[in-house]
């Protein structure tokens, strides 16, 4: 059969899962290596357009025929699939089942221990599957599974956002390849091979150059798309901005020019109420200056008048009713102890005779105490008990006591 896109996707739509069924497509495409490029190209197309299972077969078939190639010593589709072969990796990643995932990992693990690729895109391949799963990660922990909570003027932004993601790593990888691939034949410490070897390495350097130029350019295209949907976006919003801020402008005038008319009116109102009769105005002040304050109240104070000391009344004796004659000692003239009047009636109970007398024992002065240390007392008139003048008011008994105190030698 020969080639023709028709046929390579005729040959892709009838592959499964078997070995013999890979084997055979291998074969067929290896035998037309000359299109190892425009092969490569119309795999990734009808890998996108695929399910999850017939991707893995997808990734089989490359497997299989970048490791006959290799076997083979010829890079012909190690070179064709290099570009490539990160975006397919990811594209059949992503959305996979756990299943299918491991059986892809693993297919990566392979090409890693035999060397297929050429480091960087060994490196590429594995960034690519780690950015799958911090996208997952991220979708189902911040954002979750839904897409609803993605505003509707971002979502042309995201789209083209996504595709500037597709383009940048194997636009990254066929750099790498292609500055790898010049290093080696056109560096100063590489060998010269023979004409047809060095032929055929130019060739494969050609393509290599033209293949990471395709991919830099749709790199280029994707940013250039993302940029324009930027600025459209930062556009609308410079727009939305002066609005808001002619709105602020407007609604700031209306606010000062109300509340300049409220102030207004309620000076209005206070103007139009009555004064208050005690309310002090000063005729150069304010109408609303406010009332003077009133004086302070003298507070009493605390301390106590002084005691007027006055006359002692002497201890009420005989019954209630009995009137007590009048007391006068012969020292009344010389300024010594007098007995005061008491005319007052008494209604307390009887005091008795020893209660009086030292009462009036009281009024007389001590002597001071002799040298022997006896005491003795003695009046001015040789008297110790004054003269009483008369016995009225006093009761027989106690008058008898008196007599028997004053006979005491």
Known sequence: MAFSDDS????????????????TAAQWIMFHRRHAERTAHIWLQRLRDSSSIRRLSLIYLANEVTQQSKARHRQDFVMAFSPIIAEALAVA????????????????????????FDPAIQAAIEARLQDVEKSKAGSNGAFGSTTGSIPPELSPLLTVYGKVEKTRLPAKSSTD?????????????????????????????VRSLATAEVAVRESIQARMSLIEELEKLLGSHREALITDEAKLSTLATRKAEIESKKQEIEIAIMRTLPVPENRQVSPDGPADSPLAEPERPEIEELT????DPGPVEPTSIGHAGAEVPEFRSKFDNDNGPQVQTQDAKHQGPVT??????????????????????????RLDEGT??????????????VAEMLREYNTKP
């Open 8 to 23: 390579v996707l005729s040959r892709l739509s009838s592959l499964n899962e078997s070995h013999d069924s890979i084997a």
């Open 93 to 116: 990643y992503k959305g996979a089942p756990s299943d299918i995932q491991a059986k892809l990992r693993r297919v990566v693990e392979v090409w890693a221990d035999r060397s297929i």
């Open 177 to 205: 390849s292609a500055d790898h691939d010049w290093d080696n034949l056109r560096g100063r410490d590489s060998p010269i091979p023979s004409a047809p070897v060095y032929a055929a390495r130019l060739n494969g350097l």
């Open 304 to 307: 106590p008048p002084p005691l």
């Open 352 to 377: 008795s005779g020893i209660e009086m007398l030292s009462n009036l024992a009281s009024h007389y002065k001590a002597l001071p105490t002799s040298i022997n240390g006896s005491k003795k007392r």
């Open 384 to 397: 110790e008990i004054p003269d009483l003048q008369t016995d009225n008011g006093i009761e027989p008994g």
